[in-house]
């Protein structure tokens, strides 16, 4: 199995990265930092004002290492890559099945189908784990959710129309966020959650998912230009210039298990508390600096742990998925496997 | 693709004798180009460094040779040529040096081969045979370039240009002697890709827990 390799994410206001021999070294104000070994990074991601050498951008480029720049709200600003990889062939074969509905269909009813059974996984867990100590109101909420997202689950195997999918996944959200305050186990009103918000996020919750968003998408569209996909392109989201269409379909599987989950970590582990988040005075609400720091810490952390792949059925670091998800979708489009088969956590 | 414009690489033949799909994700679906392509800069590069030539007790002897033929569309290196001069014509012999020991399959013969016919064109000459230095047994071992083998590398070379040119990429068939060995297993999962059932079956049966 591919090793999964670190993420670099640069936080520090000022800092400047530059390649020494076989490290990558971090320098603020003039003084080292950090070392880390070059070859151990798959991707480099600058939040705010963060300087890279040209050197090491030309190592990066070389080696097919992603260089991202954010503000330091995570939102995404630049990204630098070499000369285009893959195969324009496949490239070809990706446009010419977002062109066809007959196409598009079963690979955005897979793709639904595993971001719905993987919002039910969520709900079920709090069920499990929980289920004796929740307030009755936030009981049934879940139970409902659970109910209602197997019944939706049911209709998107029935259904032929990608408008229709669409709708269903609509549904699914506002049944899902509609029970989402229940997987909150904090008491404190700080963490009220009444629905998903965002550009701006409006509440904690929301900032916080928001900005797990926004790492998770990063990672898809890593995984998918490494395939040779192009990240632009997708099958649910439709182009949109400058938005990462493909990469934000193949996160739709990962966002309960990957953000979801880990934001109700970091909130019922009290990891993140109410004083780690400011208001503006427009009602946006931001994540402090040290904040984005334990977040991004635990997010490393969470793809480290090891699951079976439900398809492939082999070991691999949650991290990795996204890459095995994308060679999966390459595979169906090319012919090799009749259909793209969704990431189902179990 | 323009038929004219596929030149295969020498070293496809070799993928394409172990297995039809790894040279398909290699030369096809550019399955690590960047790695690879880095991989071939320095080797090239180190070969540009290499080119030279010596003379020895008669024997004149080219390194890193740049090789092509029109005919088959084959383009490549050869690591050695050696030239002599014989009674009536020039002698010209590729010498191939390999890391490890004599293969069961013939991979290491027609890449030879390839090297040979591709001489042939360049210089106008007839090249009866050459050899295999095996780093491992240390053994020099004579390959004659008889007609069985000239066929099966001419046979190879279009068989090769068809699969480039067809742009499809085979079907995984596991072997575990062979997948085990394949340094792109993780990108082919031949396992996965060979044996499973319809994606339709198998997801049905997960949403069954
Ligand atoms: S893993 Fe097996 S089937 Fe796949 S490319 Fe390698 S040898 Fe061929």
Known sequence: MRRLLNTLYVTSEGAWLKIDGANIVMMIESEERGRIPAHMLESLVCFGRVLVSPPLMAYCCEQAIAISYFTPNGRFQARVEGPVSGNVLLRRTQYRATDDPERCVPIIRHLLIGKIHNQRAVARRQLRDRGDRLHDADRRALESTVKRLERIGTRLLETYDAQVLRGLEGEAAQSYFGSFAALINSEEDEFVFSGRNRRPPRDRVNALLSFLYTLLTHDCRSALEQTGLDSAVGFLHRDRPGRPSLALDLAEEFRPILADRLALTLINRRQIKAKDFSVAESGAVLLSDDARKTVLTTYQERKREELTHPFLGETAPLGLVPSLQAQLLARHLRGDLDAYPPFIWQ | ?209
């Not at chain 2, 002599?84 to 890449?111: C, F, L, M, S, W």
């Open chain 2, 1 to 209: 693709m323009e038929e004219e414009d596929i030149i295969v690489p020498i070293s496809a033949l070799q993928h394409y004798l172990y297995c039809d799909r790894q040279c398909a994700l290699i030369h096809l679906e550019r399955i690590w180009q960047e790695n690879r392509h880095t991989a071939e800069g320095r080797v090239l590069h180190e070969r540009a460094d290499r080119y030279g030539h010596e003379q020895r007790r008669g024997v004149h002897t080219a390194m890193a040779l740049p090789l092509a033929c029109e005919r088959l569309g084959l383009t490549g290196y050869a690591d050695v040529v050696e030239f002599e001069q014989g009674d009536t014509v020039r002698i010209v012999r590729p010498v191939e040096y390999k890391r490890g020991r004599p293969k069961a399959h013939r991979a290491d013969e027609v890449q030879l081969c390839a090297q040979a016919l591709c001489l042939e064109e360049m210089m106008s000459v007839d090249i009866p045979e050459g050899a295999l230095f095996y780093g491992q047994t240390k053994r020099r071992k004579p390959v004659a370039f008889d007609q069985a083998l000239r066929q099966l590398t001419e046979d190879i070379a279009a068989e090769t240009r068809a699969l480039i040119r067809h742009g499809k990429t085979p079907r995984a068939v596991y072997v575990a002697k062979k997948c085990n060995g394949c340094s792109l297993i993780d990108h082919c999962q031949p396992q996965a890709m060979s044996s499973h059932a319809p994606v339709a079956q198998w997801l049905a049966a997960q949403l069954r827990h």
